[in-house]
C-alpha cells in the first residue's frame, strides 16, 4: 500500500478552511442535481410556500434557488457560510432531527467549489447579500429584496476542475436536476415549486401549491410529477404499526415497469434510496409481478424522528431503522393487503393498450 520509508516520517498538518471544504464538497455535492437538492431543502427548512429555481448549462454554469421562507438577518450571512453552523439542531441530540440539513456543510462546501452569492431579507430586518468565491468570503452587502432567500451559485466546480470533468453533457445535467425537483415536490404538495432552463427561457417543471386536505393535494401532486396516468393506476397505502406510519400511493401490477424508475421512497418527508425499503418494495409484490418487472410506488414513512438514525450518508440517502423488521414488515404487508384488496382491478393502461394497442 504505501511505499513510505519508515524512517521518514509524515508530517501532520491541519488542513485550512478552503482545503476542509473542498473535502466536505466532494462528499456532498456530487453534481450540479446535489446542489439542488441542497439548495431547495434549505427553502423548504425555511417555510417556503414556494421555490424558484433556475438553472443555465445543467447547472454547471448557474443554480439560482429562490425562496419566500423566513430569511437570514444581515449578521447571519457569514454564518451561514461557515462550516458547521446551522439554525435547525443544537447538537445535544441526533437523533431528534426534524429537518432536512442539520450539519451546516452544504453553504460552506457549495463556497468552496463554486462562485455564491445568498441575498435574504427576514422579516422586521434590511435585506443583505454576501458572496463567497472559491471559499474566500467578502464583506456583508445592503440589499434590496422580498422576505426570502435568493442563493445563487455560478461556475460550480471551478475550483475543482477534477470534479467538473466528471460531468456529464448539459442536458443530461438537466434531467438530474430535474429529477431531483420533482422527487422534492412529490413530498411538499403544499409548495408550489418552478424549475426554469435559462438557455433556453423554458419552465422545465412547474407545479402549483396545493391546498386542502392531505391526501387530497398529495394525490393532485403525485398526478402532476409522475402523470395522471400513475394515480388512476395506484392505490391508496395507509397503514401503521408499532408506531410506524406507511402512507402514499402504489401502482397496480399491470401497471408496472421494466427498470425500477418509478419508486419514490421517503423516510419522515426525505427522499431515500434505501435498499431496506426497495427490499421491502420488492417482497410486496412479489407474488403479483413477473420477474424483471418493477412496481411504481410513490410511499411515505413516518415514524418519530428517533425510531430512524438520518446520519448516515454525506448526501443523507440512506437511513438506518432502530428496528427495521418493523419498517420492513410493515411495506410488505400494506402492499401485499392492498393488493389483494384489489386483485379485480386491472390497469387503465393495460386495458387502453389491449383495445388500442399502444402504451408500453
Ligand atoms: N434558504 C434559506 N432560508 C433561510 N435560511 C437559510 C437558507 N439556506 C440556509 N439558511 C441558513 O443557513 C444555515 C446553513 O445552511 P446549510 O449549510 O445548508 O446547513 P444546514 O441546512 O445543515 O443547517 C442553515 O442552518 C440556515 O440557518
Ligand atoms: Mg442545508
Do not use: W
Not at 301 to 310: F, M, N, Y
Not at 327 to 343: F, K
Amino acid at each position: 500500500m504505501n511505499n513510505h520509508d519508515p524512517q521518514m516520517r509524515p508530517v501532520i498538518r491541519q488542513l485550512d478552511e478552503a482545503a476542509a471544504n473542498r473535502i466536505a464538497a466532494g462528499e456532498v455535492v456530487e453534481r450540479p442535481a446535489s446542489a439542488v437538492k441542497e439548495l431547495v431543502e434549505n427553502a423548504l427548512d425555511a417555510g417556503a410556500a414556494r421555490v424558484d429555481i433556475a438553472i443555465a448549462k445543467g447547472g454547471k454554469a448557474l443554480i439560482r434557488v429562490s425562496d419566500d421562507g423566513c430569511g437570514m438577518a444581515a449578521q447571519d450571512l457569514p454564518l451561514a457560510l461557515a462550516r458547521h453552523a446551522t439554525s435547525k439542531i443544537d447538537g445535544s441530540d441526533l437523533l431528534d432531527i426534524r429537518s432536512f440539513g442539520f450539519r451546516g456543510e452544504a453553504l460552506p462546501s457549495l463556497g468552496a467549489v463554486g462562485r455564491l452569492s445568498i441575498t435574504s431579507r427576514a422579516a422586521g430586518h434590511d435585506g443583505a447579500q454576501i458572496a463567497v468565491t472559491g471559499g474566500r468570503i467578502g464583506p456583508v452587502k445592503p440589499a434590496a429584496g422580498n422576505r426570502g432567500t435568493m442563493v445563487e451559485l455560478r461556475d460550480l466546480f471551478f475550483a475543482t476542475p477534477a470534479r467538473l470533468k466528471f460531468l456529464r453533457s448539459d442536458r443530461a445535467e438537466t434531467q438530474a436536476v430535474a429529477e431531483a425537483v420533482r422527487r422534492l415536490a412529490m413530498a411538499e404538495p403544499y409548495v408550489g415549486f418552478t424549475l426554469t432552463d435559462e438557455d433556453e427561457g423554458r419552465v422545465l417543471f412547474r407545479a402549483d401549491a396545493e391546498q386542502g386536505e392531505l391526501f387530497g393535494a398529495l394525490q393532485t401532486r403525485l398526478a402532476r410529477v409522475m402523470g395522471r396516468d400513475f394515480i388512476d393506476n395506484a392505490l391508496l397505502i395507509d397503514a401503521t404499526r408499532d408506531g410506524i406510519t406507511l402512507t402514499g400511493f402504489a401502482a397496480l401490477p399491470t401497471y408496472s415497469r421494466g427498470a425500477a424508475v418509478a419508486q419514490h421512497l421517503y423516510v419522515n418527508g426525505r427522499p431515500v434510496r434505501d435498499k431496506l425499503l426497495t427490499g421491502a418494495l420488492r417482497a410486496g409484490y412479489m407474488d403479483v409481478l413477473a420477474s424483471g418487472r418493477h412496481p411504481a410506488a410513490v410511499l411515505f414513512l413516518t415514524c418519530d424522528p428517533h425510531q430512524v438514525d438520518v446520519n448516515v450518508h454525506p448526501a443523507k440517502a440512506e437511513v438506518r431503522f432502530r428496528e427495521p423488521g418493523i419498517a420492513r414488515g410493515l411495506v410488505v404487508s400494506a402492499l401485499r393487503h392492498a393488493l389483494a384488496g384489489a386483485g379485480h382491478r386491472a390497469s387503465t393502461t393495460v386495458a387502453a393498450a389491449a383495445l388500442g394497442g399502444g402504451a408500453s
